[in-house]
């Protein structure tokens, strides 16, 4: 079974960037499709973009494009998002999650990282 | 892009009652694409229904899924006290292959 394992809490000044990691066990890293969503307190789920850990190429959500980045190391099994230029209503928690094209939906997310942006 | 609209916001039931959650989308889904969470407060989601109809591994069967096209239900047909959650829907578009989360519905105790 799958498992995905986020860097800890970040508190960040605003104009700060922030890069959050995850780590992927228990199963072929590049075989599945890479997303992160947020999550604003009190609020929904808001997809960002995806990573495919196995070429590197990406898909950004157009609202965070510029500022949003996604990268990955195959050697370590480890995908990580950064967000540059952050405000206030960038607070959050970050998840990675795994897209199973079996399913076409997420079975493995990783237990989210709260980044705060705060002067 | 595709938007997902939930209804109702919050749905208010007691422990062995159905609760009916509607998906509604502005456009035609790939039912293949559109699945269903649940959040419980501090934790990440869980797949529940993938495939617009498919129970995720481990899922009880008092969840079902149903829909095509623009309209989609989740049902959890007699509530248990760990079913009082906040729940999901999402779709993934091939082309131009985004995605897109419904804005929730609170299943809370009456």
């Known amino acids: 079974q799958g498992h995905l394992v986020q860097s800890g809490a970040e508190v960040k000044k605003p104009g700060a960037s922030v890069k959050v990691s995850c780590k992927a066990s228990g199963y072929t890293f590049t075989a599945y499709y890479m997303h992160w969503v947020r999550q604003a307190p009190g609020q929904g789920l808001e997809w960002m973009g995806w990573i495919n850990p196995n070429v590197g190429g990406t898909n950004t959500e157009q609202k965070f494009q510029g500022r949003f980045t996604m990268t990955r190391d195959t050697s370590i099994s480890t995908a990580y998002m950064e967000l540059t230029s952050l405000r206030s209503d960038d607070t959050a928690v970050y998840f990675c999650a795994n897209f199973n094209w079996n399913y076409g939906a997420f079975d493995i997310w990783g237990q989210g990282t709260l980044v705060t942006v705060s002067s | 892009e595709i938007v997902l609209t939930q209804s109702p916001g919050t749905l208010s039931l007691s422990p062995g009652e159905r609760a009916t959650l509607s998906c509604r989308a502005n456009?035609?889904?790939?039912?293949?694409?559109l699945a269903w969470y649940q959040q419980k407060p501090g934790q990440a989601p869980r797949l529940l229904i993938y495939g617009a109809s498919s129970r995720a591994t481990g899922i009880p069967d008092r969840f079902s899924g149903s829909g095509s096209g623009t309209d989609f239900t989740l049902t959890i047909s007699r509530l248990e006290p760990e079913d009082f959650a906040v729940y999901y829907c999402?779709?993934?578009?091939?082309?131009?292959?985004?995605?897109?989360f419904g804005g929730g519905t609170r299943v809370e105790i009456k």
């Open positions: 456009q035609s889904v790939s039912s293949s694409y």
């Open positions: 999402q779709q993934y578009d091939t082309s131009p292959r985004g995605l897109t």
